[in-house]
């Protein structure tokens, strides 16, 4: 069934245009309220909760609102907990036994944008079907519970404290990080008062970047998105390793003591290798844009690996399908489902933390020698619903060039989920051939797109 609202991460747009308004996120929250309530059947006399989570975005604090109001006229309870980790509500949802929980942010895009995301009580993305549900009832009248019957709203003040502590108990009780100096780089996004917390209270100094949001600073040249910042800061301050968070805190990137970035596939295999020395690690989900060396390293390993749709949430599913628990992006979204029921960026840091410290080398050490094969991305703008896979330009250069990689390398080509762009990717083991193929694909695909 296509979705109308809802693409790969929930509803998300610029700020001001359809759908991300005020009036269309009440009806949002007011839909969503009115599925729960037919999903979770409360005993009578009383009401769902959810939690509402955001990141620093300046549109936040309007989008919260909207969502409040709606899921009160639906009746609805709300927790509030203001600017916090999309993993957070995550695990707030499911600690606080809610029945969901809510995120307002847009991730990695500028401050411009926004967007909704939900997640089970159970601290995961919602199903598909639950999804077409709240779609087919935002379409439909807006009314109101009565005056009694109405949501209530309060405010969770400790949510912080309570989610540094469970970031906090992934971590060996028998490990610490202390010697270590780490820059911290929280893109002035969800975790600027979280995440240094976390690393100092297990021992280690803390350089902190990025931790000054001022509503329009999100992602804007720092974070998980542009780690150039952190390399820069790791080398200035001398330090032993750099973490980048992305805005609201899902995604992860490294930086070592030489200022080398290391992406989400090499932090996954530094992961699954220390897991598989205590014979933990069944299978491995990727998807269709993980780098092909980490396939055949795990191979080499004779751990199964499968490929699922771009999206944490189709990583996850495969993962719970296969009963595995380690997968990821090479974005830098990292599950390990015996830590977290989602992906979460201080969590991944922190495995990565405990396989260096049980390991006593470096990141670099951590792979094993795996070294990732070239790939070029290029997102080409287009016009939502472009047509790309009937245009015969766009198929017969994508049969040229998948012709001339065979057996040395891979092509993709996927409209993004949360941006009007059509993801160009190739991937080989000569990076000129590489970049040639994908500049070539790349130029066809905006000559059809004109």
């Known amino acids: 069934m296509s979705r109308k609202y809802f693409g790969t991460d929930g509803v998300r747009g610029r700020v001001g245009e359809a759908p991300i308004t005020p009036d269309f996120v009440m009806?949002?929250?007011?839909?969503?309220?009115?599925?729960?309530?037919?999903?979770?059947?409360?005993?009578?006399?009383?009401?769902p909760s959810v939690l509402i989570g955001k990141d620093t975005r300046l549109s936040g604090y309007m989008l919260e609102s909207a969502l409040e109001a709606g899921f009160s006229a639906a009746g609805v309870d709300v927790c509030l907990v203001g600017p916090i980790p999309t993993p957070a509500v995550a695990y707030l949802t499911r600690a606080l036994r809610l029945q969901a929980g809510i995120v307002i942010s847009a991730s990695h895009n500028p401050y411009f944008d926004n967007g909704i995301k939900f997640f089970s009580a159970q601290g995961t993305k919602l199903p598909d079907d639950v999804e077409h549900a709240i779609?087919?009832?935002?379409?439909?009248?807006?009314?109101?519970?009565?005056?009694?019957?109405?949501?209530?709203?309060?405010?969770?003040?400790?949510?912080?404290?309570?989610?540094?502590?469970f970031c906090k108990s992934t971590f060996p009780n028998d490990l610490d990080l202390r010697g270590l100096r780490?820059?911290?780089?929280?893109?002035?996004?969800?975790?600027?008062?979280?995440?240094?917390?976390?690393?100092?209270?297990?021992?280690?100094e803390v350089i902190e970047i990025g931790t000054q949001p001022n509503g329009l600073n999100i992602n804007d040249g720092v974070g998980a998105t542009a780690p150039r910042a952190l390399c820069e800061a790791v080398i200035a301050h001398g330090a032993d390793l750099g973490v980048?968070?992305?805005?609201?805190?899902d995604r992860i990137q490294m930086v070592d003591a030489r200022g080398q970035l290391y992406d989400g596939d090499q932090l996954l295999y530094a992961i699954v290798r220390?897991?598989?020395?205590?014979?933990?690690?069944?299978?491995?989900?990727g998807t269709l844009m993980t780098n092909l060396a980490l396939e055949h390293a795990l191979a080499k390993m004779d751990i199964p690996f499968a490929r699922a749709a771009v999206g944490d949430r189709y990583v996850v599913e495969?993962?719970?399908?296969?009963?595995?628990?380690?997968?990821?992006?090479?974005?830098?979204h990292i599950l390990a489902l015996d830590r977290?029921?989602?992906?979460d960026g201080t969590v991944a840091a922190l495995q990565v933390l405990a396989a260096l410290r049980e390991s006593g080398g470096d990141l670099e050490s951590l792979l094993g020698g795996l070294r990732l094969y070239p790939q070029k991305l290029i997102n080409v703008p287009i016009v939502r619903g472009f047509p790309w896979r009937d245009d015969p330009s766009i198929t017969a250069a994508l049969a040229s060039v998948e012709g001339r990689m065979s057996g040395r390398g891979r092509v993709l080509l996927r409209a993004s989920g949360t941006e009007p762009l059509l993801r160009v990717m190739v991937e080989g083991e000569d990076a000129d051939v590489v970049r040639a193929a994908a500049e070539e694909l790349a130029a066809v695909v905006r000559e059809a797109a004109l």
Request: glycine share 14%.
């Open 27 to 47: 009806r949002l929250g007011y839909a969503a309220g009115k599925v729960l309530r037919d999903l979770v059947g409360m005993p009578d006399g009383e009401r």
């Open 182 to 204: 780490i820059v911290v780089d929280c893109a002035h996004g969800a975790a600027y008062q979280t995440a240094p917390d976390v690393f100092h209270e297990l021992g280690a």
């Open 135 to 165: 779609e087919a009832a935002i379409d439909q009248p807006m009314t109101c519970v009565a005056a009694a019957d109405l949501g209530r709203a309060k405010r969770i003040d400790d949510a912080r404290g309570r989610y540094i502590e």
């Open 274 to 285: 220390n897991r598989a020395q205590h014979g933990r690690v069944n299978g491995v989900a």
């Open 340 to 343: 977290h029921t989602t992906g």
């Open 318 to 332: 495969m993962l719970k399908e296969y009963g595995w628990l380690f997968g990821g992006e090479n974005s830098g």
């Open 244 to 249: 980048a968070l992305d805005g609201d805190a």
